[in-house]
């Protein structure tokens, strides 16, 4: 249990200190370590743990410990987070176990001073019978969800200006736990069925997904890369909003499609999938690993009618005219925090500048759509700012192109008053990621 710890820390450390992706960086830190089944779960769940409550976890802190957050050096803090949320949070480790690896940890790591520290407070928190104020929802409503659901008030700010206070708490509480793993049917290969019959042989259960065609929702899946029938290219990973969003676009046999943001090439690749592997499909995107890794990724797959290549959005640079033109644009992330916990945390200042960079490759992206072509432009963010206002902007000041309506499949109904050319989907809502969707069509 005590690598599973230390995995545990270095992983948080990178992650919070040295700016890595928690779901790359947590998989690498479990392979690097050699971790076994049990150990890399725990390792796991203590990451994760610490990620989705640390506000909260800081807070608990600041209440016992007699040296400010700020000035406690940022190992020592880690090894604290971990430590309380395991005393609060992991009921199958003991409490003893909880603190003495702790200490032992912060030995092993040359933080020999401040051992008596971490005991000390540990301890102190343990003979107050693990008690914490909590602020009063009464008194100060953000701070007491910001405590509770361990995120910044800014963040609970923009959620109530977008989506009313009863949806925002609903958000809140949806952002702890891990995300459903949903992977697409690569039915240029296989059923779904079949599908769910091959990875039954390999020790995975997978069921149907409820909104996505052709989408399965696994479970103990270990290792994705290494199912054999991953290795065949009969499915790829991805979030079922996102597999909704293509199939709203709804490509067909021979059209010519670009995407325009597309790394890491989901929804070209689903695209391709709808269109039969018949047709053109160009996916761009702006770093030339990422390009390479769509182009690996389609070959797996079968699929050859994509041609990826390095492309700047914002450039204008050439490209083929399209039926269809997917515009996936970089956001604030506020729909995938439960995937990536870690964007609880980024600084909400430089939210204010996203909508008018969308709204840039928006419009370049229009001049690539054909007469009576379909433009998409969606986000993983829950901000208005960022969805619904760059949509209603882009067709008051663009007359060349109308709102296309979505015609939306059984079981997706709007949760929020939007227009009928839009979506937004609520992970609280459909256990998916927060997602936004809307689309045009070009008339002259």
Not at 54 to 79: A, G, M
Not at 131 to 141: C, G, L, S, V
Not at 250 to 272: E, H, I, L, W, Y
Not at 372 to 396: H, M, W
């Amino acid at each position: 249990m005590a690598n599973s710890r230390k995995t545990a820390f270095k992983a948080l450390y990178n992650v919070l200190y040295n700016n890595a992706y928690s779901n790359i960086e947590i998989n690498r830190a479990i392979k690097a370590s050699q971790l076994d089944r049990r150990d890399a779960a725990l390792a796991s769940a203590i990451f994760y743990g610490v990620l989705e409550r640390r506000l909260t976890l800081d807070k608990i802190i600041r209440q016992y410990s007699s040296i400010p957050i700020r000035k406690i050096e940022d190992k020592v803090l880690i090894l604290l987070e971990t430590a309380i949320y395991q005393l609060l949070y992991l009921d199958k480790i003991p409490d003893s176990a909880a603190v003495n690896e702790a200490v032992k940890l912060c030995k092993s790591l040359r933080l020999t001073k401040s051992s008596g520290f971490i005991n000390g407070v540990l301890r102190s928190f343990l003979r107050a019978d693990k008690a914490y104020k909590t602020p009063d929802i009464k008194q100060n409503r953000e701070e007491y969800l910001s405590f509770t659901y361990s995120c910044p008030t800014d963040i609970i700010k923009i959620l109530d200006d977008s989506y009313g206070e009863e949806y925002t708490e609903e958000i809140l509480k949806s952002l702890f736990g891990r995300p459903p793993v949903t992977a697409a049917v690569n039915t240029l290969k296989t059923t779904a069925q079949e599908l769910i019959d091959s990875l039954s042989q390999q020790g995975v259960k997978a069921q149907p997904s409820e909104l996505a065609k052709n989408s399965l929702e696994l479970f103990d899946t270990g290792s994705i890369e290494e199912l054999e029938a991953f290795k065949q290219g009969l499915f790829y990973i991805q979030d079922e909003a996102s597999q909704l969003a293509i199939e709203l676009l709804n490509p067909q046999s021979c059209d010519t499609v670009v995407d325009v943001c597309s790394a890491p090439g989901g929804k070209s690749f689903k695209s391709a999938v709808l269109m039969k592997n018949k047709g053109k499909i160009f996916s761009y995107d702006l770093h030339p690993h990422k390009v390479e890794l769509i182009s690996k990724t389609a070959k797996r797959l079968g699929i050859d009618i994509i041609s990826a290549a390095v492309r700047d959005a914002l450039s204008g640079a050439d490209s083929p005219l399209a039926d269809k033109v997917i515009c996936d644009v970089p956001c604030s992330g506020l729909g995938v925090m439960r995937r990536k916990p870690e964007i609880r945390y980024k600084n909400t200042d430089d939210f204010s500048d996203l909508p008018a960079l969308q709204y840039k490759i928006l419009i370049k992206s229009s001049q690539l759509v054909k007469k009576d072509g379909v433009l998409l432009y969606s986000t993983c963010t829950l901000n208005k700012a960022e969805n619904n206002a760059v949509a209603v902007k882009f067709l008051a000041e663009n007359k060349s192109f109308k709102p296309l309506a979505l015609k939306l499949p059984d079981g997706v109904k709007r949760i929020i008053p939007e227009n009928d050319n839009c979506l937004t989907l609520l992970p609280s809502e459909y256990n998916t990621d927060g997602f936004f969707v809307s689309a045009f069509v070009r008339c002259e």
